[in-house]
């Protein structure tokens, strides 16, 4: 393979021109998460505005081989290059052509090198423990600090419906019956998906339904954020095009109780975010939401279940194990060495 081409683009406009290929690029990509398509990332720019965009591609020939969608930010005092999609992407990562990822992540890092003037510190937070980036051979002179990060629980599904009653508590599974002949005595119980007509409506139930349960905790919540809400409004559109949304509201006859966003990958349901009517609570409205979510995964083939950040108690009673995450810094000696000049002081450069 002859030596591949970089490429810089640093504004909106040059994201969005290149989403096409950008996701096929995603398809070919075997560490791809819902978090790096440009149904996700896109929306994001829109609405948080980075102020300074980095987007490096790599090229052979004329084929997108390799995508590093980042940011410069100033963080304390430092010019920190940073994923695109911090704040609402549990994962991060780069996108490598499965047939030349090593190459095009050389290409990313040799691109950097000859722009290191530009910045401190490489930050990625959340990296699962399969990406290149952690292993990778680094620049001469270069710095790596590795260390623990998260826990994200996952249920493996082996790609059969019956492995769900086979991981969960069989304590979990007769308290969800009994919630459900309950609730069924009350009303008709009934599971929704959003379509592309029921969508705006169903998003709104769901941060509802998100905001009452965390204000019963005495929270907020993620999405009490008027932009992240935006955030969702835009992107949910474009991922349920793809099939990969799955937004259900579960409602006793007209009332919503409780709501789970799922995206659904070929092979992995991510299970991001729920909500329910505390005053339902005792019925295990999020227990009996969730049981359905995992049983249509389940049912559909998906060889696992991620729950994503956090070790909540509720995620092992359905037979979650813990993956790690991972926070990766970067610097170059130099940077190494200006930080311990005394007086330095850091500032954007062009």
Known sequence: M?????????????????????????????????????????????VFGPPALWGIEVRDGGRLVGFAPLVVEIQGGERVVSPLGLGVS???????????SSDALRAILRHLEEQSARWDAIRFPDLRQTSLLLQADLPEGWQRARSPREACPVLELAGAA???????????LARLR????RLEREGTLHFEVATAESLPA???????????????????????DASVRSFHRLAAPGLLARGVLRLYTLRLDERPLAALYALFEPSVAYLYLQ?????FGTYSPGGLILEQVLRDAAGEGKRAADFLRGREA?????GARDRPTFSLQIRTRASAQ???????SRGLAG
């Open 2 to 46: 002859q030596r591949l081409q970089t490429s810089e683009l640093v504004d909106l406009a040059a994201l969005e021109k290149l989403a096409p290929e950008w996701e096929e690029l995603w398809q070919r990509s075997p560490n791809a998460t819902p978090f790096q398509r440009p149904q996700w990332l896109v929306p994001y720019a829109r």
């Open 90 to 100: 549990d994962y991060q990562d780069l996108l490598l052509d499965t047939e030349c």
């Open 162 to 172: 019956e492995t769900v009653d086979q991981a969960a508590s069989t304590r979990l």
């Open 178 to 181: 009994n919630a459900r002949r």
């Open 314 to 318: 509720y995620k092992y009673k359905w």
């Open 275 to 279: 909500g329910f009517d505390p005053a």
């Open 202 to 224: 169903a998003l709104e139930v769901f941060f509802t339904l998100h905001g009452a349960r965390w204000k019963s905790l005495g929270g907020r919540g993620v999405l009490a």
């Open 338 to 344: 200006r930080e311990r000049q005394p007086g330095f």
